[in-house]
């Protein structure tokens, strides 16, 4: 819908700037609201034909929420897209940011950023949190071997068959505990990092538990059972990308997909000279990570297909799509490694890249968007 009033909003935890454009008249209002939604609508909903916009960032969508339940037409504009002029660095002020951000909006010139619903939203803080658990739990182990390795005490155990011992096993654990240190505040400090380190390992139990149970309920359960055709991509991972992406038929080809991931080559060409680099880097980072690491699979997995003819939890359609994806990028990571001799790293990111693609592919079709 045409809009007459374009409305910056420069949005911050306890303050909201807000300037509006008249395209008709030119003429220019500011007002300075505390963080009260309400308030906010009643002012925007007095001006003619409204239309609001504010940046993308650590405020999130509940502010665009509030406003579309309260009749305001709003949206969220990606920052990324959003170039501002060298000579406004030095002129920097809330103002002056709202009404960058209406000016933009009146020239059509606003990439506008896909806004979650309340559970897509909930679910997405599900899954950070496990991977923030994941984080907390490797340097709270970090932590403990470093203090051990200050004493002198080193794991290094080995089998009958002359390998060495696993960290963090139930053997690792008995030796840990026979340790006595010297010093009481020294023994203290030990307590405390193996405390932690338990405290934490229950907590990211409970959170992937609590995964599982959302994973299988029945918004989710049909994505995530066909992204889980793809070797490499179990529930957790699966789960991750379907409530992060939130719809994948939003993305017109699989192509937009991996750019979102931040998964496709960079480019600095000009006249006849082409210039391609590393990966971009410049979309959603907790989805690069897992797709990274879900690719590592490919290095010596087979070319069979993951699940059975037979199985009746995914479409039959579905599951011979992700037969052939798995087929290809076995062929596609040998062919890198073995043919071309790219470096492990570089062959695994390029096979990130294209199970990203498949990905959007899987997806689709569990949604019926793609035949």
């Known amino acids: ?196 380190v338990r405290h934490i390992e229950s907590q990211k139990k409970a959170i992937e538990k609590r995964v599982a149970q959302c994973a299988s309920g029945p918004r989710w359960r049909d994505r995530v059972e066909a992204l889980r055709c793809m070797k490499g991509i179990e529930t957790v991972t699966a789960f991750a990308l379907t409530v992060e992406a939130g719809v994948f038929s939003r993305f017109d080809s699989a192509r937009a997909f991996a750019s979102w991931l931040g998964l496709v080559p960079s480019e600095h060409s000009s006249g006849e000279r082409a210039s391609r680099g590393g990966i971009t880097k410049a979309g959603n980072s907790h989805l690069r990570k897992l797709l990274v690491e879900a690719s590592w699979h490919y290095t010596r997995a087979t070319k069979e297909r993951k699940r059975s003819l037979y199985d009746e939890s995914v479409p039959a359609s579905i599951s011979n799509h992700a037969a052939v994806g798995v087929k290809r990028l076995v062929e596609r990571r040998r062919h890198l490694s073995c043919e071309l001799r790219k470096r492990p790293v570089v062959a695994n990111v390029a096979t990130a890249r294209e199970l990203a693609c498949w990905i959007w592919a899987l997806g689709r079709m569990s949604e019926g968007a793609l035949a």
Not at 47 to 62: I, M, Q, R
Not at 74 to 96: E, F, L, T, W, Y
Not at 154 to 166: Q, S
Not at 169 to 187: F, K, M, Q, S, Y
Request: overall charge negative.
């Open 1 to 196: 819908m045409n809009h007459v009033t374009s409305i910056g909003l420069d949005v911050h935890a306890r303050s909201v700037t807000a300037v509006a454009l008249d395209s008709i008249t030119g003429e220019v209002r500011s007002q300075k609201f505390g963080y009260s939604p309400a308030e906010i609508a009643g002012w925007i909903l007095q001006l003619d034909s409204p239309k609001a916009v504010y940046e993308s960032g650590v405020t999130g969508f509940h502010l665009v929420r509030e406003l579309r339940e309260m009749g305001v037409d709003c949206i969220v504009g990606a920052v990324s897209k959003m170039h501002k002029p060298a000579s406004d660095r030095r002129k920097k002020n809330d103002r002056n940011d709202a009404e960058f951000l209406a000016r933009q909006l009146m020239a059509h010139n606003i990439v506008e950023v896909f806004v979650p619903d309340v559970e897509t939203e909930g679910a997405r803080n599900l899954s950070r949190a496990l991977e923030d658990v994941r984080d907390d739990l490797t340097r709270a182990k970090h932590r403990l071997t470093h203090l051990l390795i200050r004493w002198g005490y080193a794991w290094n155990e080995f089998n009958e068959d002359g390998k060495r011992r696993g960290s963090w096993t139930h053997a690792h654990w008995e030796w840990i505990r026979g340790i006595e240190l010297p010093d009481a505040a020294a023994r203290e400090s030990l307590d405390y990092y193996i405390s932690e």
